[in-house]
């Protein structure tokens, strides 16, 4: 249903680098459409983590970092850390569809 | 900070009706272009609803289409979301959102949520 893949799951150990993908077309991401992330922790409400394809809201920590390109982008965690175990989202803008997010990613740090 | 508060959620049959509301507190209200956002059990996001600050705009993603209604009261700094013809897709958890203008169009505040439920 939802019209931004990303991969089920990505896992690395403390301290790594994880890379979690979102791939759209032309009628979003493409259609220059900003990407933003959100990162649900189990059991509680997405909270906004990345927007406008790369900027981070004030208290989010620089260890996360997007980019966009095309039809995808990309959230990048440096130094992974215990507590970014989670899922995480992106979402976009459609032009038939309206918002629309992607499929989640869950992270898990080993 | 701002904070939403969503309640409404319960137990239906399919076919009934059930209306959320999704109380904000301590945020210029009128700024915010409210959403409706569900996540049914063990799946991801799905966005549901959007309406503008002064409710003259309103978009409902298909599978609502037709069914559900957005609408908000700026004056008690409330939305709702009036769902008729339930069916047991619906069921998830239904997010309050908004999106305001300091973060582009993303929805920069979230509630915690309200568990609609559809079944016999």
């Known amino acids: 249903q939802s019209v931004l893949t990303q991969p089920p799951s990505v896992s690395g150990a403390p301290g790594q680098r994880v890379t979690i993908s979102c791939t759209g077309s032309s009628s979003n991401i493409g259609a220059g459409y900003d990407v933003h992330w959100y990162q649900q922790l189990l059991g509680t409400s997405p909270q906004l983590l990345i927007f406008?394809?790369?900027n981070r809201p004030s208290g989010v920590p620089d260890r996360f970092s997007a980019s966009k390109s095309g039809t995808s982008a990309s959230l990048a965690i440096t130094g992974l850390q215990a507590e970014d175990e989670a899922y995480y989202y992106c979402q976009s803008y459609d032009n038939s569809l309206s918002y629309v997010f992607g499929t989640g990613t869950k992270v898990t740090v080993l | 900070e701002g904070q939403l508060v969503e309640f409404g959620g319960g137990l239906v049959k399919p076919g009934g009706s059930l209306r959320l509301s999704c109380a904000a507190s301590a945020l210029s209200f009128t700024d915010y272009h409210m959403n409706w956002v569900r996540q049914a059990p063990g799946k991801g996001l799905e966005w549901v609803s959007s309406i503008s600050g002064s409710g003259s705009f309103k978009d409902y993603a298909d599978s609502v289409k037709g069914r559900f209604s957005i609408t908000r009261d700026n004056g008690k700094n409330s939305v709702y979301l009036q769902m008729n013809g339930l069916r047991a897709e619906d069921t998830a958890v239904y997010y309050c959102a908004g999106r305001g203008y300091t973060y582009g169009d993303a929805f920069e505040i979230w509630g915690q949520g309200t568990t609609v439920t559809v079944s016999s």
């Open positions: 406008g394809n790369t």
